[in-house]
């Protein structure tokens, strides 16, 4: 059994329940802008040495909450498990990313593809998320994630990360019935791994679409937002649970689910109706005009540029104040709803100290203006 939480502030948020401060969490930030990461990496090895150890997963993923008041954890591991899962061989090149030995280049590679044994093939995720629960002990919530069918495609198929997709959007647009098999089975694999998540002991789920906003509109639909609306209904399918739960609160909760889209401002109103809690937005949409698209329909996740965190502990503060305001400018006056992250990924480079500025500002400004 795992310990009751003390901090709900994150999950309260996804449900749109009313909370004393506005929760935060930051997109990657467990990585090498922390000393201390940097030398447990030193010590395993390498990144995926971490990754596939759960102790080490463990470790590294409670690193900046030991620094930072932050309202969530979130898994450390890879977006590329799956594939790798899948054979095709995954591995880091200093400076260059991520690379597959055997990436995917005809029919015949497609028809191999098949949907990874959980808690075999992928077991060592599932034995993160157990060890970290345990560790966690109840203090804020845990989220699992996986990458969009689309962002993990593309690496499946450009065979390494920095590529202009120009692979996978030929295939799309000359043998688009051979990328749906291939996106059919990825769905398939991306919705039994965070079903096992969510089973082991993840308390929320992310998706990640990198790479959706790179493709035309007509083609997101297709390729990207087709399989997102297939993982948010049969997840909230087998969620064993109601999605409002009875008052009585006896009922399993529900796990709420985030579809993060880099690039997918244009896309808010159907992403609100794909049955998902949360949408996670980018910098380049405002969270005024984000809420407008969305309707109060789900919680909104985001949005401050990276980049941000190269800036002074001074305009880091006005920046956080800019992004809680035009959240609550958008919701009707309201600032529940919203847990606050950076519109993408934290950078190696960043400062941890701008880190602590930027966390302490969310949780100070969002009280004191609830306070009015
Ligand atoms: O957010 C977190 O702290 C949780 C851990 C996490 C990692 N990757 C750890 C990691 C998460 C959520 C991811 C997701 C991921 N991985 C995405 C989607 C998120 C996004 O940024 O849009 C993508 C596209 C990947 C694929 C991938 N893995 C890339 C492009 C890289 C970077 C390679 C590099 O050298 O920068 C990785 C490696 C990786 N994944 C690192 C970390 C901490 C760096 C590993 C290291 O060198 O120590």
Same mark, same amino acid.
């Given at each position: 059994m795992n310990a009751p939480l003390q901090n709900d502030r994150f999950l309260r948020a996804l449900r749109r329940e009313p909370v004393d401060r506005t929760p935060v969490w930051l997109m990657r930030q467990a990585g090498r802008y922390l000393p201390e990461y940097r030398a447990t990496r030193q010590r395993a090895g390498s990144f995926l040495a971490m990754a596939k150890n759960p102790e080490i997963a463990c470790e590294v993923t409670l690193q900046p909450l030991q620094r930072f008041d932050l309202d969530a954890a979130i898994l450390f591991s890879d977006i590329l498990t799956i594939p790798d899962a899948m054979g095709l061989g995954l591995h880091f090149v200093d400076g260059e990313g991520p690379k597959f030995e055997r990436p995917v280049r005809s029919h015949d590679d497609i028809a191999r593809l098949a949907v990874p044994d959980m808690e075999t093939d992928l077991r060592y995720v599932m034995d993160a998320v157990r060890v970290i629960r345990r560790e966690l002990d109840g203090k804020v919530p845990l989220i699992g994630f996986s990458g969009s069918p689309w962002t993990i495609a593309c690496y499946m198929i450009e065979g390494r990360g920095g590529s202009d997709f120009g692979r996978i959007k030929a295939m799309a647009l000359n043998d688009p019935a051979a990328l749906h098999r291939l996106l059919g089975v990825v769905t398939d694999a991306v919705i039994a791994y965070l079903s096992a998540q969510r089973a082991a002991g993840a308390q929320a789920l992310q998706v990640f679409d990198t790479w959706g906003g790179v493709l035309s509109p007509a083609m997101y639909r297709e390729f990207s937002l087709r399989y997102l609306k297939r993982i948010a209904s049969e997840l909230q399918r087998g969620d064993g649970a109601e999605r409002t739960p009875p008052s009585n609160g006896l009922s399993v909760a529900h796990t709420p689910l985030i579809l993060f889209g880099k690039g997918n401002g244009p896309y808010l109103s159907e992403l609100a109706d794909t049955g998902t809690d949360a949408v996670g937005v980018d910098w380049t949409v405002s969270l005024h005009g984000a809420c407008l698209r969305t309707q109060g329909k789900v919680a909104l996740q985001g949005n401050l540029d990276? @980049?941000?965190?190269? @800036?002074?502990p001074g305009t880091i503060r006005r920046e956080v104040r800019t992004a809680l305001d035009s959240y609550a400018k958008g919701n009707g006056g309201s600032r529940d709803g919203h847990v606050f992250n950076l519109g993408h990924g934290m950078a190696p480079d960043m400062d941890p100290e701008h880190v602590r500025v930027l966390v302490d500002e969310v949780h100070a400004a969002s009280r004191e203006r609830r306070l009015g």
């Open positions: 990276p @980049a941000t965190l190269y @800036a002074s």
